[in-house]
């Protein structure tokens, strides 16, 4: 079973990394609360370019 990491707040998963190196196990996961960290990217949330409008 893996270990779940989970931060407080407003930290985001990088705030284990350094424990993360230290731990032998290889199964350690650290996760992002909802609405903290980097948002999911779909297709439908590829960047736009905007351009300036003269």
Do not use: N, Y
């Amino acid at each position: 079973m893996p270990a779940i990491l989970i931060h407080g707040v407003p930290d985001t998963h990088r705030v284990w990394a350094g424990v993360r190196r230290h731990l032998e196990r290889t199964d350690v996961e650290a996760w992002d609360l909802p609405g903290f960290g980097a948002p999911a990217r779909t297709a439908s949330a590829a960047p736009r370019r905007s351009t300036p409008t003269g």
